[in-house]
């Protein structure tokens, strides 16, 4: 599976920006899929993941819970981030992630990552 990020830009304290990941292969339904993030001199962490199928199971990190919202459009190969009521806080480079195991994906330990793009939120 490779991954490609999209959607990243600076922004102010309060607005809204969605991001996008596109996926190649023809079983993108058969995986979970996650958000992550990487502040400046912080290590990786856990924003959101989105389970395999019908995405009917989510979860999402308490720094982001109500103000995010994962999706997925199988159609499309897409997985997408929606993040609101942005802060400086939020800023970091984002990406996105895969594997076949929703546990793993929950683990910090998909096995695909995709690139990252750069989320700057300014106050």
């Known amino acids: 599976v490779q991954l490609q990020a999209s959607g990243g830009g600076l922004v102010q304290a309060g607005d809204s920006l969605r991001l996008s990941c596109a996926a190649s292969?023809?079983?993108?339904?058969?995986?979970?899929m996650g958000w992550f993030r990487q502040a400046p001199g912080k290590g990786r962490e856990f924003v959101a993941s989105?389970?395999?199928?019908?995405?009917?199971?989510?979860y999402y990190s308490d720094s982001v819970k109500g103000r995010f919202t994962i999706s997925r459009d199988n159609a499309k190969n897409s997985v997408y981030l929606q993040m609101n009521s942005l802060t400086p806080e939020d800023t970091a480079v984002y990406y996105c992630?895969?594997?076949?195991?929703?546990?793993?994906?929950?683990?910090?330990?998909?096995?695909?990552w995709g690139q990252g793009t750069q989320v700057t939120v300014s106050s």
């Open positions: 989105i389970s395999s199928r019908s995405g009917s199971s989510t």
């Open positions: 992630a895969a594997d076949a195991l929703l546990t793993r994906v929950q683990g910090s330990t998909p096995s695909y």
């Open positions: 292969g023809r079983t993108f339904r058969d995986y979970s």
